[in-house]
Structures are given as structure tokens and as C-alpha cells.
């Protein structure tokens, strides 16, 4: 899963947070901003993903509405 792919429609779409491939070959991450901006970016991941990234299943957790972004931009974990 190349997430230069993920960083950039993430700036496209105006939300925060941080995207990490897991060892076990998932990735994981957390999307904050306008809600109707982090559900683009959650279909954008269930559905296409990086060119070669081939997506089995999403599953999207802890969803809660915040006061203030915890995060200034996008950026991988490693």
C-alpha cells in the first residue's frame, strides 16, 4: 500500500491525520476534519486505495465528533 497516494488525497480533500502499514499487511490510521470531508476520504479508502493496493475490507472505529483537530497535516508512520 504506497502511502504517497494516500498523503495526497488527503490534502486534496482537506483532512488531517496519519496513515501506517501494519507487519501484518493492513494499514492503519486516523482521519480528522469536516465530517463530510473525512466520509470522502473513508470511501475514497473502502474503494480505491493506491494503484496497487488491492482492499479486502475497511473497518472504521472510534468515530467521534471533536472540538479541535489534534493535527496540523497528513503525514506516513513508520
Do not use: H
Not at 496513515?19 to 474503494?47: F, I, R, Y
Amino acid at each position: 500500500f504506497s502511502n504517497q497516494y494516500t498523503e495526497e488525497e488527503a490534502r486534496k480533500l482537506g483532512v488531517v491525520g496519519w496513515v501506517k502499514n501494519t507487519s501484518k499487511g493492513t494499514v492503519t490510521g486516523q482521519v480528522q476534519g469536516p465530517e463530510d470531508k473525512v466520509n470522502a476520504m473513508k470511501s475514497w479508502l473502502s474503494k480505491v486505495g493506491s494503484p496497487s493496493s488491492r482492499i479486502d475490507r475497511t473497518n472504521f472505529s472510534n468515530e467521534k465528533e471533536i472540538s479541535k483537530l489534534d493535527f496540523s497535516g497528513f503525514n506516513t508512520r513508520y
